[in-house]
């Protein structure tokens, strides 16, 4: 139990940081972070819990966060005082999600709200989120030798087995023969690999992606993309360990892997 409240402590610290809401006077983190160790001290447990954010709160109850102080006071003794003793300044940030799930991080600096280099790099992968935003924005203005930073290592040196097949042949669209079963539907938004089909055994290039995307692959990549970009304002995206996921289109879910610190996409 003892670490648990540590944990939480810790979670719950950012939440504080920015949710003073006992004293209209307590502006600053520092405030906020003093406040809230006076009232761990002082075993004020409702003016801390008032600290919290709402959704810190949502989190956690009013009740599951007085039982976790009550049962560990020695740990809520150390952690109020290690707050009164911060080893950096703290840095007020904030994340203003766009229309297009696209999300802009500020820093507070100086009196003044900046813009984060988030604005900057266009192409980011340092989150799931960011690398989906980035491989649209790469894909809809054609930037191939950019698209393929979003494939994964195995991917550009090779397809694997489990590849899509190549798109069906144009005569596949003529009228069956009078007594034929019909082809079942393609499901434009079905699951497929982030590389063409007949990328062969050879390593990947922007100029075979291209080829491929533009031609036999365009109407269906085009479905694809319209579907991930439709899907990421609103989409959750689950992320676990070095993989993450986020559903988009009709059961369709695309899926990427953190590679040396950057996320790419595995499959649609």
């Known amino acids: 139990m003892a670490r648990l409240f540590s944990v939480t402590a810790c979670a719950l610290l950012a939440s504080a940081l920015s949710a ?22 002082e075993k004020r447990i409702d003016d801390a819990y ?5 959704d810190a709160k949502r989190s956690l109850s009013f009740e599951a ?12 003794m150390e952690v109020a005082q290690s707050l009164t003793r911060p080893t950096t ?34 192409y980011s992968q340092a ?19 950019v698209v393929l930073r979003y494939v994964t290592d195995a991917d550009r040196e090779g ?12 005569d596949a669209a003529k009228p069956a023969a009078p007594g034929a079963k019909p082809a079942a539907p393609v499901d434009a938004t ?3 690999h982030p590389v063409p089909p007949d990328a062969g055994e050879g390593e990947l290039t922007p100029a075979l992606m291209k080829e491929s995307w533009e031609g036999a692959m365009k ?9 991930l970009k439709a899907a990421l304002p609103t989409a959750t995206i689950e992320e676990t360990g070095e993989f993450a996921s986020m559903p988009y289109g009709s059961g369709s879910n695309v899926t990427l892997v953190r590679e040396r610190g950057a996320w790419k996409i595995k499959d649609f």
């Not at 008032?50 to 709402?54: A, F, T």
């Not at 297009?100 to 988030?118: N, Y």
């Open 65 to 76: 966060f007085r039982r976790a102080v009550e049962e560990n006071p020695a740990e809520v």
């Open 190 to 192: 079905a699951a497929a």
């Open 50 to 54: 008032r600290y919290l954010s709402d």
């Open 89 to 122: 300044d703290p840095v007020v940030t904030a994340v203003v999600s766009m229309p297009t799930g696209e999300e802009l991080h500020m820093v507070f600096e100086d009196g003044r709200w900046r813009v984060d280099s988030s604005a900057v790099d266009l």
């Open 127 to 145: 989150t799931p989120r960011q690398a989906l935003v980035g491989f649209i924005r790469a894909f809809e203005r054609k930037r191939y030798d």
């Open 159 to 170: 397809v694997d087995e489990d590849k899509p097949q190549a798109a069906p042949p144009a």
């Open 20 to 41: 003073c809401s006992a004293s209209p006077f307590e502006q600053g983190p520092n405030d906020a972070l003093r406040g809230y160790s006076r009232a761990l001290e």
């Open 219 to 227: 109407d269906r990549m085009n479905r694809i993309v319209q579907a």
